[in-house]
């Protein structure tokens, strides 16, 4: 299948990917399968971070053994890597959660490595390229300092000075030895200052309890969010902060396990309620709609009228992050239009003049005498992007004509 993302077979692919890792294995009709379509099937089932799964369902199933050993081996084989990356993180959990318990700092646990703990079976189930881990902001200067004594480093230069402290909401660090891991200090959620869609993060400190895992001994006083302000997090970094089109199949299989996992806790009245206070309403009524296309999600029908029933400000910007860009400058102006005008300004700028530092991290060169060629050569792509977008909107232009 070709690797378009929104292509008709790319969508059929994602069709069978969804019923199988449901267990729903008789709607993919999976024992009709060419070697071909296994092929794809598993190609894609890496991209979208399932294959894990994938063997998950067949073995708890017991269809493994039907499986063509050239299928059987490459699934098994996600699944172990995935089990012994996620065993790297939560030992590195362990450390961090036990310095930041002993400094008094509350360390909540988010994403991956939260729903790899509490919603999954099986702790290889859930891929997870970093930790993320949400800390008062009060306390974030001494949190990061407590993880740089543990090995972790930024590594990433900021593109312009003063750019992180106004679009970042976390703290982006590395740690190399013994083994690579990424770490994400977040200080706010989904947004902060220049986002037309940021929020306060204090409803979200209030919705904190601790970790709901088997697994919670092994970490000291760690805690996670609600269910209820889990789903609203989860929709929102889906569909605002990252858009639609760049959300893989694993976070809405998310959204589909903390629907059924936390059932009887899930208060329905209190999402759609808080979704209206921040105006996420369209970004949490667009990731449930197409988390129960995929998985057949329960959601209740009064939840589902009261989401229609709601209108916000950010429903025109996120029906626009749903399709994918055809150009990196279509990319970035969905990026500027989730800013203020100030945030525009600056990011126009640190797209178009990135410090020195920066242009050695980019392009990877050591010598200062090679910077001026390599502003050149970044000026000379953006102009070439430049009439690739300019083609592609004077063919969008024709085609409505026509």
């Known amino acids: 299948m070709p690797d378009n993302k929104n292509s008709p077979a790319r969508h059929t692919d994602l069709r069978a990917l969804s019923a199988i890792i449901s267990g729903r294995l008789a709607q993919a ?31 708890q199933s017991g269809n493994l053994a039907r499986l063509p050993e050239t299928v059987r081996d490459p699934l098994r084989l996600s699944y172990a ?3 012994m990356q996620n065993q790297l993180c939560f030992r590195e ?10 400094a008094r ?20 189930l859930r891929p997870m390229a970093d930790l993320d ?23 990433r230069p900021e593109a312009s000075p003063g750019l992180n402290e106004l679009f970042s909401h976390e703290v982006l660090l590395q740690k190399e030895f013994p083994h690579p891991m990424a770490l994400e200090v977040h200080f706010s959620l989904v947004a902060d200052r220049t986002f037309q869609y940021a929020v306060s993060v204090d409803w979200f400190w209030e919705q904190v309890e601790p970790l709901d895992s088997p697994s919670a001994g092994r970490f000291e006083n760690l ?78 029908p009064s939840a589902r009228t009261a989401l229609f029933a ?20 279509l990319a970035e102006t969905r990026a500027l239009a989730s800013l203020n005008w100030w945030g525009r300004l600056r990011l126009i700028f640190a797209l178009l003049m990135p410090g020195p530092a920066y242009m050695r991290w980019r392009y990877n ?38």
Request: with cysteine; glycine share 6%; charged share 20%.
């Open 105 to 124: 700092i509350p360390l909540v646990l988010l994403k991956g490595a939260c729903y790899a703990l509490t919603v999954y079976p099986d702790a290889g």
């Open 310 to 329: 709601q209108t916000d400000r950010h429903a025109e910007l996120v029906a626009f992050k749903q399709s994918s860009p055809e150009t990196h400058i």
């Open 29 to 59: 009709g999976w024992e009709s399968f060419t070697e071909e379509a296994w092929e794809a099937l598993i190609a894609g089932s890496r991209r979208q971070g399932v294959a894990p799964l994938l063997y998950w369902v067949f073995s």
């Open 223 to 300: 805690l996670m969010l609600t269910p209820t302000a889990q789903v609203l997090y989860a929709a929102s970094h889906a569909m605002l902060q990252h858009g639609g089109h760049n959300a893989p199949l694993r976070w809405f299989f998310d959204l589909d396990q903390l629907v059924r996992r936390y059932a009887t806790r899930l208060d329905w009245e209190l999402l759609v309620s808080q979704a209206g206070t921040f105006e996420w309403g369209s970004a949490l009524r667009a990731a449930l709609v197409q988390t129960e296309a995929y998985f057949e999600t329960p959601i209740p």
């Open 93 to 102: 959990l362990e450390s961090l959660s036990r310095a930041y318990a002993q």
């Open 81 to 83: 890597r995935t089990l």
């Open 133 to 155: 881990v949400l800390v008062p902001i009060a306390r974030l200067d001494e949190a990061v300092g407590l993880a740089c004594s543990l090995g972790y480093r930024a590594t």
């Open 365 to 402: 060169f050591q010598n200062n005498w090679l910077l001026p060629r390599y502003y050149l050569l970044r000026w000379w792509g953006i102009f070439k992007d430049l009439l690739r977008t300019l083609s592609v909107l004077l063919k969008r232009r024709s085609s409505t004509n026509a």
